[in-house]
């Protein structure tokens, strides 16, 4: 069994005893460190070797957001982002800085874990209709005349049915949903995720719906 190792990272020493409690008495988990800000825990990544981060987003001196980004800048492990509230701003901020997904703090035990091991191998974290009302929530606040940021190289890249997919992502739909409207296996979308995740050199989904509309690839309103 694959042993995934856990950093805790969360100003509040109680809610920290708390997720190590609950986490080490799970089986292939390990918690490998616990940090009160981003600072500290950038610090303690340079001693203990992590496969994912649990990133609270306010805390004083180094927030989550800043600790996220420098982490993932420097390639380090994967991290999960914990609120405290649904739709937070930070958390989509924690999201365009390298961030792979984030729960909230009072998510069902069975969460935690699920959404744990599936940031250590990679895969979607943020259900799909979480992602939609995070987008629905955000880009609303965008103009819709906005002009893209700087395209990826790699977009050019992309077949017409990866641009497809990429435009499912982007509105929130899951593998299935995907697969349902293209009439292929959802087998068959799981791999054209994987193929545009490589060819954008992004880590997971979640990098990919910010990158589809940054891009422009899709524009605020359309669903």
């Not at 988990?29 to 203990?48: P, R, Y």
């Not at 606040?141 to 940021?149: D, F, M, V, Y």
Request: aromatic share 4%; with cysteine.
């Amino acid at each position: 069994m694959v042993t995934i190792r856990v950093l805790l990272v969360d100003d509040q020493e109680l809610i920290r005893l708390g997720f190590r409690t609950i986490l080490e008495a799970q089986s292939g988990i390990q918690v490998v460190g616990e940090a009160d800000d981003g600072d500290t825990a950038l610090e303690l990544l340079k001693t203990v070797t992590a496969d994912v981060v649990l990133m609270d987003v306010r805390m004083s001196r180094m927030n989550g957001v800043e600790a996220t980004r420098r982490i993932c800048a420097d390639g380090g492990p994967r991290v999960l982002i914990l609120t405290t509230f649904d739709l937070d701003e930070y958390a989509y901020e924690a999201l365009h800085a390298g961030a792979s997904g984030f729960l909230l703090k009072d998510a069902p035990l069975t969460d935690l874990v699920s959404a744990i091991n599936h940031v250590h191998f990679g895969n979607a974290v943020v259900a799909p209709s979480t992602t939609r009302r995070l987008l629905n929530h955000f880009t609303d606040r965008l103009p819709a005349n906005r002009k893209p940021q700087s395209i990826p190289a790699g977009l050019d890249e992309l077949t017409s049915r990866e641009r497809e997919v990429l435009v499912y992502l982007a509105r929130g739909l899951s593998n299935a949903e995907i697969a349902g409207q293209l009439t292929v296996s959802e087998g068959t979308i799981k791999t054209h995720v994987g193929r545009i995740l490589t060819k954008l050199g992004l880590r997971d989904r979640v990098q990919a719906v910010i990158l589809a509309y940054e891009a422009g690839v899709v524009k605020v309103g359309d669903r």
